[in-house]
């Protein structure tokens, strides 16, 4: 593709030889000739210029022969080139026969059903909709359109899926809740689940993650949340748009999350928490209390970041400190012994 032409794609401006022929796209340490790569730092420029890259993209222009296609987030071009150099293939639709689909089921045009797939009854299914092996479709269940749902899916009954979705392999959607009560023998006694989960458009959700049905209601992934691998979210909670929640998170019951809020990895809510919108908690913080808008927090209990970075950088001197008042303490008792027996 013309250097020209991708950057009429990416909307840039272009500074170099248009008609240059670029192959494809690569990192900064790995771009070869023919290659465009993306600067995200100018202190990566002598990186830049050793390299035998052809083109690159830059927010605003930089000093090098190289040619240039200036565009106001160049990370995001050059996610949106790989997209064009590197389409996801697209399976040939249809059923397979070793596909088993249930009674009262609505598919959409372009459907792609794969062997191993079970649908269940009164399920509808949108157009250009792929389910791979295995994948396992509950009574009762909407799948938007467009949606790719991998290997291995479990979706409970009831559960809906939005448009544009993907689910990852391993993923189970819908199952129980964790509820229980004890009965008068003190035995754990199961409350049945009866709500659903419902996910909302353009949202992905990582490998061997689990989103539980509501006890009663809705669990809710609104539109544009991505979610890692190996989260969980838990009965009844609400998870707000364009959120990230990284890997290993864990939400408890009834937790509440405004829009764009960040969990990095690790981080525990407690249940009944709510995070206001645009809240971001730093890696393995835990929180049971809940957190107004706009906030930074870190730590376990989580404070705000600021606090909880000297708690960090006093935590090694602890033992030192200790020691250093051991002594302290003993020389005031000597003081004291000495004056008391005068």
């Not at 790989?82 to 009262?104: M, S, Y």
């Not at 835990?286 to 950088?313: M, Q």
Request: glycine letters at 10%; one cysteine or more; hydrophobic letters at 40%.
């Amino acid at each position: 593709m013309k250097l020209e032409k991708i950057a009429e794609l990416v909307g840039g401006t272009l500074k170099g030889d248009g008609s240059l022929e670029i192959s494809g796209l690569q990192g900064l340490e790995q771009a070869q000739k023919g290659h465009i790569t993306f600067l995200s730092k100018k202190l990566l420029l002598d990186t830049l210029n050793r390299s035998q890259v052809s083109a690159v993209l830059v927010k605003e222009a930089v000093d090098t022969s190289i040619s240039q296609v200036i565009v106001a987030s160049p990370e995001l071009a050059f996610a949106r080139l790989l997209r064009e150099f590197h389409p996801e293939p697209k399976p040939k639709p249809g059923i397979h026969d070793r596909a088993v689909v249930g009674e009262n089921v609505k598919l959409g045009e372009q459907v792609t059903l794969s062997a191993g797939v079970c649908v269940g009854n009164d399920v509808v299914i949108g157009d250009h909709v792929h389910l791979f092996p295995n994948v396992v479709v509950g009574e009762g269940c909407q799948i938007g359109s467009h949606t790719i749902i991998h290997p291995n899916v479990t979706l409970y009954r009831n559960t809906e899926l939005g448009n544009h979705v993907i689910l990852h392999s391993g993923v189970v959607v819908g199952a129980d809740g964790f509820g229980y009560t004890l009965d008068e023998k003190g035995a754990h006694f199961k409350i049945n689940q009866i709500g659903r989960v419902v996910i909302e458009d353009h949202v992905e959700i990582g490998a061997n993650s689990c989103i539980d049905r509501a006890a009663m209601g809705t669990t809710r992934i609104k539109q544009g949340t991505k979610i890692d691998n190996l989260v969980q979210v838990a009965h009844n909670c609400t998870v707000g748009e364009h959120s990230i929640l990284v890997a290993q998170v864990g939400l408890a019951g009834s937790c509440t999350l405004g829009h764009h809020v960040v969990l990095a990895g690790q981080v525990g809510v407690a249940d009944h928490v709510t995070l206001g919108d645009q809240v971001t908690l730093a890696a393995q913080s835990g929180t049971f209390r809940s957190i107004e808008s706009n906030n930074v927090y870190g730590g376990h209990p989580a404070v705000p970041l600021g606090e909880w970075k000297k708690y960090v950088t006093v935590l090694p001197k602890l033992p030192e400190m200790a020691r250093k008042m051991r002594d302290l303490e003993a020389r005031l008792k000597e003081i004291e012994d000495n004056r008391s027996s005068q």
